[in-house]
């Protein structure tokens, strides 16, 4: 678990904490857990049920009883995997059991559809005994397209993965073994090539001779290295020639000539050295005493064997990686198995074979080698990383693993036999790919990443709540800057000792408006924006004194604060309009609000859902030109469509001429992005009744949807909230001079936490 942080950590890049009240709240919040199941077909009618249910589902049965192989075409079994495992070796946490290693599975469930569309379950099954485990998973085959074995100890690991291998025509992968060698390797080649070193002559240790450390040991000698130049260690030392203790015959495999017989004399001089063990086994003495320039990946979880702030104290000429996502260069095969599980599915792969895993391998080290496009910036930490000693291996978030990966895989199954369909053209599946997966999740990530690196003073108004106290603690946590919390003292420290909730850490500034000694001059600065507007001095100081909103807004004005978030307790409207008494248009743009939707792997903006009651043809053309900036900002390429009820003249009415008209102004502007209407939200969204108009100019369906007015554009998107069929972000304020986010009333502090951050991200570096 991870420490319960109440300091920051100042040494190092891009790290979050989380505490674990935090990670407790995650996973508990709404349904409980982190996965559901929801039907891909309609349950509206009898006729659907009827098609689904009986009598309709007798035909796919015959269908597959005829011929097993459509059970592909006919069932979710080509896109399922199952992560299977017995808790015996949880993470670096070792044996607590199958019912404790339950939120990992589900986490590992959730990374497969998150980075790969691979839909999977998690199953735990309550026994240690290898016939038993066997035994239940064996008969699961018909059931999914690929088993993902995860956290079962070794040796246990290694026989059940391979009998499960011989009893069943599936592709049965440990991922601790395999997935984290495909990981290592990849980012050992890359390390190698860095530091100028040879394959065949450099010295390694490896800490741990488990799961994961036989496997990767295993890949390495596969790809060259000199197994004499290896030496493994587990907690009885070095595993050499003649050793007795604590043996079994995959450790007896790799035992060599030594006369090193700890882990620290094994490490004097050694080229790299492998953490697959425990938290702190490393020490600094070890590490001292490495050759130059060497390669340490401390890949135990969810503490690493030493840290990268450790190892910086002691010597700077050392690529350093860990399997944490909090650190430069993440060793961890989350890079690995969703898209390696997506290759060999969507080639229906009996197996996933050594050459699969070398060119998974390679192709990862090979990505990271690349230049980083724009469009992928954003999911690294708001840079551009240049493969180097800090950047050997690409993050998780990367989009351009979704077709790098699973193609090489795709085409090492094919030609080593094991596909039992081939796919004639691989750049065409490529592409396919990098459609399945959303840049949302590296946008959102990107926006985070960038913050931490430069962290922003946000004001919270309205901190006297609950969840937004909670916000503000998680934001500082989180390391995305300082959490002003704005209100009476009294009233927030009382509030927050009834839940618990502990203020006292660095990061957090409470201001009482009543008592600040700024209160003057943010009189001063309103009174002159107002006086021509009908507000009196007293009003003005009225507001300064008992509306925060004004207060927060004025200090964001005047530059006291980077940016504001409010909106928990008051309607939008009046929270906004509160808002623009105290800071300006930015030049040049017009405010509106855009809200993000994301379902079913498509990330739509929808805009403006929050300013414009009944937008003039001139006011849509600028909401459009206003969220194609957005899109845009976010990594996308805008496709925008002007939403009215009529497609391109048909029905004619009063409201769609309008929408007519903001295309025409819009023509007349030339700007650069793609934009038609007016069209319906069907055609605007679905790329054969587009088809339908051959002369619509966007090149795909539309991800910016601008409607004809507010009503249309809040009632789409609660809609769709509210049945549960999409995420919401949003809307997000932009067009403001200063930052400014303004949350739903009653929005619950992740929420918040996620505007904050927001707001902080606008507020620029
Ligand atoms: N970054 C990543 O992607 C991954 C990291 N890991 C990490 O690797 C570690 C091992 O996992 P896994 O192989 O699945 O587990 P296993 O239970 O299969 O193996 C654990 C191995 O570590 C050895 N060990 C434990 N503590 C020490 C120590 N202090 N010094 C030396 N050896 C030690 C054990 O020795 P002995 O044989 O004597 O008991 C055993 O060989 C965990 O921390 C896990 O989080 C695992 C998979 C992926
Ligand atoms: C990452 C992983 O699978 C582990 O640490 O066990
Ligand atoms: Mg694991």
């Keep these: 678990m991870p420490a319960n942080d109440k300091t920051p950590e ?12 935090e990670a407790l709240d995650f996973h508990s919040q709404g349904r409980p857990g982190k996965l559901e199941i929801t039907p891909t077909k309609p349950m509206a009618t009898q006729r659907d049920l009827s098609l689904a249910y009986s009598p309709g589902v007798a035909v796919p049965v015959l269908a597959i009883a005829a011929d097993p192989s459509k059970a592909y075409d006919y069932t979710t079994r080509g896109n399922m995997v199952a992560v299977i495992s017995n808790g015996t070796a949880i993470l670096g946490l070792g044996n607590l059991g199958a019912l404790a290693s339950k939120p990992v599975m589900e986490g590992k469930s959730v990374l497969f559809k998150r980075f790969a569309d691979v839909d999977s379950i998690d199953l735990e099954v309550d026994t240690e005994n290898v016939d038993e485990f066997i035994n239940c998973v064996r008969y699961l085959g018909p059931s999914f397209g690929g088993i993902n074995l995860e956290d079962i100890k070794a040796p246990e690991c290694f026989i059940i993965e391979s009998r499960l291998r011989e009893l069943m025509d599936i592709p049965v992968f440990h991922d601790d073994q395999h997935g984290t060698a495909i990981i290592a390797a990849a980012g050992l080649i890359n390390a190698l090539e860095l530091t100028g070193r040879d394959l065949k002559t450099t010295k390694l240790v490896c800490n741990g001779a488990g799961a994961a450390a036989i496997a990767c040991i295993e890949l390495i000698k596969a790809m060259g290295f000199n197994p004499a130049n290896i030496i493994l260690c587990d907690t009885k030392g070095v595993i050499y020639q003649g050793r007795t203790e604590g043996m079994n015959q995959w450790k007896s495999a790799h035992a060599v000539k030594s006369d090193s017989r700890t882990l620290e004399e094994a490490m004097k001089g050694a080229d790299v050295v492998f953490g697959l063990s425990q938290k702190g086994a490393f020490t600094e003495t070890m590490i001292r005493s490495m050759a130059d320039k060497p390669i340490i990946f401390a890949m ?11 190892v910086a104290r002691i010597r700077d000429d050392a690529i350093m990686a860990t399997g944490r996502s909090d650190y430069p260069n993440q060793v961890n095969n989350v890079l690995g198995f969703p898209y390696i599980f997506r290759g060999a599915l969507d080639v229906r792969a009996r197996q996933i074979n050594d050459a699969m895993k070398i060119a998974a391998a390679q192709a990862l080290a090979d990505l990271a080698r690349e230049d980083v496009p724009d469009d992928v910036a954003a999911a690294y930490q708001g840079n551009r990383p240049r493969f180097g000693p800090q950047y050997i291996i690409p993050v998780p978030f990367d989009p351009r693993l979704i077709s790098a990966i699973p193609v090489a895989v795709a085409r090492a199954a094919m030609e080593s036999g094991a596909a039992r369909r081939d796919i004639t053209d691989l750049d065409a599946y490529g592409r396919e790919l990098s459609a399945r997966r959303d840049p949302i999740a590296a946008t959102t990530q990107g926006i985070y990443d960038r913050v931490r690196r430069f962290p922003k003073r946000v004001v919270f108004a309205e901190a006297e709540e609950e969840q937004v106290m909670r916000a503000a603690i998680s934001f500082c946590s989180q390391g995305l800057g300082t959490a002003i919390l ?20 660095p990061g957090i500034e409470i201001i009482n408006a009543r008592i600040s000694n700024r209160v003057d001059t943010y009189i001063d ?4 924006r107002l006086q021509r507007h009908g507000l009196l001095l007293r009003d003005v100081q009225r507001l300064i004194h008992h509306d925060r909103n004004h207060f927060a807004a004025t200090m964001v004005a005047v530059g006291d604060a980077d940016a504001m978030v409010t909106g928990t307790t008051r ?41 414009h009651d009944m937008p003039t043809a001139e006011q849509i053309a600028d909401i459009a030109v206003e969220a194609a900036r957005v899109a845009k900002r976010m990594g996308y390429e805008p496709r925008v469509a002007l939403l009215a009820y009529s497609t391109f ?43 339908q ?3 619509c100019r966007l090149s795909g369906t539309a991800n910016v949807l601008v409607m004809p007015a507010i009503h249309s554009a809040s009632i789409a998107t609660r809609m769709l909230q509210e049945i549960g069929a999409s995420t919401l972000i ?7 001079d200063k930052s400014v986010q303004i949350t739903q009333m009653g929005a619950k502090d992740s929420e918040i936490v996620n505007m904050a951050a927001i707001a902080a991200y606008n507020a620029g570096s």
């Design 10 to 21: 100042k040494n190092t890049r891009n790290r979050a904490s989380v505490t674990e009240q």
């Design 300 to 310: 135990a979880n969810p503490d690493p064997e030493i840290t990268p702030e450790e």
């Design 486 to 505: 704005l209100g009476r003292d009294d009233v927030i420290r009382e509030t927050a000792e009834k839940a618990g909730i502990d203020l006292e850490r």
């Design 525 to 528: 600065f309103l009174y002159a």
């Design 571 to 611: 309607n939008y409207a009046t929270a906004l309009s509160d808002v623009r008494r105290c800071i300006d248009d930015k030049p040049g743009h017009r405010v509106i609000g855009v809200s993000i939707v994301v379902a079913r792997g498509r990330t739509i903006f929808v805009a403006d859902t929050a300013v």
């Design 649 to 691: 003249g048909q029905p004619i009415g009063e409201r769609s001429e309008r929408v007519r008209e903001a295309v025409k102004i819009l023509d007349g502007r030339r700007v650069d992005f793609e934009y038609d209407g007016e069209m319906g939200a069907d055609v605007a969204l679905n790329a054969s009744r587009m088809e």
């Design 693 to 695: 108009y051959p002369f």
């Design 730 to 736: 949003g809307p997000l304020l932009v067009g403001l």
